[in-house]
């Protein structure tokens, strides 16, 4: 028999689905969510959302921090590894990260009942909220990314279109699913920009590539018409839009194969390394490029620069370099 969770829940993802999100929010909303009922139904008894205090939150997240990564599944949660035992990471630590995400999704799903009355109080407002410990991310050298991109075998169909992929996304800074949504008509060479038509934030921008890009991408789509008449720039070998779940996976294996941890969200962060870094660029235009929703979310996503990193744009700015004195 279903729980009234269970209605609740279902409501929920109609409500997510509605809203054209991601399939990566989309689950990531599931799986939280599961997990969290899985908890109150065994060890609360609780199966009615509306039930749920405060205090049932903070014992939850305590019992994530005690419990450790893969100990716990449900009959209907969908595992990428159907053995999570055989992991290395088995049983380790729960980032602070990913608590933190949990708390995130479980509060967009009380605002939820909250507006459709099922709820008259979000408990999540009262709920001290975890603080993730940012990872530095590691800038590649030109010398390791001059070993990665070597790595792809351009005669093959689907790691040539990865390879580009990978490369456009270094020189504009998109996001992996917006380069996945690409279609030709995106792309303005006359400006050398490309509107970003389905961003994360429902806001449509234009990123920029260079003259070197411009001619990869021409080459690409000269290449990419004599086998596929698909509506996507970057399609699978079948025709149909690439999964970013797959597009990310191609990408670390061939980085793996080299020695490297390479993946897409890290190729955006080292455009704006780069960008700020060695471009000399300014946070205010850096934030439209990425599409980010105010200057200040953009400063705060890259406070991880290393000493190095700092002294080398600091030679950019040093009074005496620069007034010759």
Not at 109 to 126: A, V, W
Request: net charge positive.
């Amino acid at each position: 028999m279903r729980s009234e969770f269970d209605l609740q829940l279902d409501s929920f993802m109609l409500h997510c689905d509605s809203k054209q999100l991601s399939k990566k929010t989309m689950k990531s909303y599931d799986q939280t969510l599961k997990l969290f009922q899985y908890y109150l139904r065994n060890e609360l008894g609780i199966t009615d959302a509306a039930k749920v205090k405060s205090s049932h939150i903070r014992l939850y997240i305590r019992y994530l921090r005690e419990r450790g990564k893969y100990t716990v599944t449900t009959a209907n949660e969908r595992w990428s590894n159907n053995n999570p035992g055989q992991r290395s990471d088995y049983k380790n630590e729960i980032s602070s990260t990913t608590i933190a995400n949990y708390q995130r999704n479980i509060k967009v799903f009380f605002n939820f009942l909250k507006s459709e009355r099922e709820i008259t109080d979000n408990p999540m407002d009262t709920i001290e909220k975890v603080k993730p410990k940012r990872k530095q991310k590691k800038l590649l050298t030109p010398e390791e990314l001059k070993i990665f991109f070597h790595s792809f075998n351009l005669t093959k169909f689907h790691e040539y279109r990865t390879w580009l992929m990978c490369r456009l996304i270094l020189d504009s800074g998109m996001r992996a699913n917006e380069t996945c949504s690409l279609i030709p008509e995106d792309v303005d060479f006359r400006s050398k920009s490309i509107l970003i038509r389905k961003p994360k934030n429902g806001h449509e921008r234009y990123v920029f590539f260079g003259h070197k890009m411009a001619a990869d991408l021409r080459s690409w789509m000269k290449y990419r018409d004599r086998f596929s008449d698909s509506e996507f720039l970057f399609p699978t070998v079948r025709g149909t839009k690439l999964d970013v779940t797959n597009f990310e996976r191609s990408v670390r294996r061939v980085a793996k194969n080299v020695g490297l941890e390479v993946h897409p969200h890290l190729l955006r962060n080292n455009f704006s390394k780069y960008y700020l870094i060695e471009g000399n660029g300014d946070f205010a235009t850096l934030s439209r490029i990425l599409g980010h929703s105010s200057v200040e979310v953009t400063q705060k996503a890259y406070l991880d620069f290393t000493d190095a990193e700092i002294g080398k744009k600091y030679q950019r700015h040093s009074p005496i370099n620069n007034l010759k004195l």
